[in-house]
Nanobody, 127 residues
Framework: QVQIVESGGGLVQSGGSLTLSCECSGFTMENYVIGWFRQAPGKEREAVSSISATGKSQYYPGTALGRFIITRDNVLKKIYLRMNDLTSEDTGIYYC????????????????????WGQGTRVTVST
């Protein structure tokens, strides 16, 4: 049974940092691209980062570049998203997702690429 479980969300002050974790089971994680997505209130779900199967390549949109860092540990089957210098614009529910892909060029921001999704963890940034 595929399971993706996010953790680490919470309330943080503007300018603060937070590290989200994602634990995967029930599939061969080292064959999958992992992405982090955010859904802000009233907005569509958007990618904030993704990482290739080996961890060699990462993707960040402009809003996250320089502030967010994604890493993965294929032995522990975990993925981490370190978020720094948070603002109210970072408030939302953060989802971890897995999509099949083994190439280092596979760092896909498109939502429909991903097969498996977690339930999300809420992040609230207070001003």
């Amino acid at each position: 049974q595929v399971q993706i479980v996010e953790s680490g969300g919470g309330l943080v002050q503007s300018g603060g940092s937070l590290t989200l974790s994602c634990e995967c089971s029930g599939f061969t994680m080292e064959n999958y691209v992992i992405g982090w997505f955010r859904q802000a209130p009233g907005k569509e779900r958007e990618a904030v980062s993704s990482i290739s199967a080996t961890g060699k390549s990462q993707y960040y949109p402009g809003t996250a570049l320089g502030r967010f860092i994604i890493t993965r540990d294929n032995v522990l089957k975990k993925i981490y998203l370190r978020m720094n210098d948070l603002t109210s614009e970072d408030t939302g529910i953060y989802y971890c997702a897995a999509g099949r892909g083994i190439k280092d060029s596979d760092v896909v921001p498109q939502r429909n690429y991903y097969d498996y999704w977690g339930q999300g963890t809420r992040v609230t940034v207070s001003t």
